[in-house]
């Protein structure tokens, strides 16, 4: 088992940034992938971005390319959600998860998640 915890959502206006944190914890894996999921209101869960804790590889939806970035922590098991830019059709609740293997973009194919964390962009 892998235990994933959120934090760092809340309100922001158009424009602005914040930083999402997801710190792992339990079972360990010689490779695997971490990534952030968001579901709006109405809509599917959509892929947003992930990377391979053993490489560093990063992989980016298109519609957040250039305004959000991924990034690790290996001492602390956290992996990390810049948004910069943002946008109100950023507005969704953000899911970090947790698969042991290669990096995919199919939230499907993600074993463990968290318990979600909101962010709003107002206009």
């Known amino acids: 088992q892998v235990q994933l915890v959120e934090s760092g959502g809340g309100l922001v206006q158009a424009g602005g940034s914040l930083t999402l944190s997801c710190a792992a914890s339990?079972?360990?894996?010689?490779?695997?992938?971490m990534g952030w999921f968001r579901q709006a209101p109405g809509k599917e869960r959509e892929f947003v971005a992930a990377?391979?804790?053993?490489?560093?590889?990063?992989y980016y939806a298109d519609s957040v390319k250039g305004r959000f970035t991924i990034s690790k922590d290996n001492a602390k098991n956290t992996v990390y959600l810049q948004m910069n830019i943002l946008k109100p059709e950023d507005t969704a609740v953000y899911y970090c998860?947790?698969?042991?293997?290669?990096?995919?973009?199919?939230?499907?194919?993600?074993?463990?998640w968290g318990q979600g964390t909101q962010v709003t962009v107002s206009s």
């Open positions: 998860a947790f698969r042991g293997g290669a990096v995919l973009t199919t939230g499907a194919a993600y074993d463990f």
């Open positions: 339990g079972r360990t894996f010689s490779r695997y992938g």
């Open positions: 990377i391979s804790w053993s490489t560093g590889s990063t």
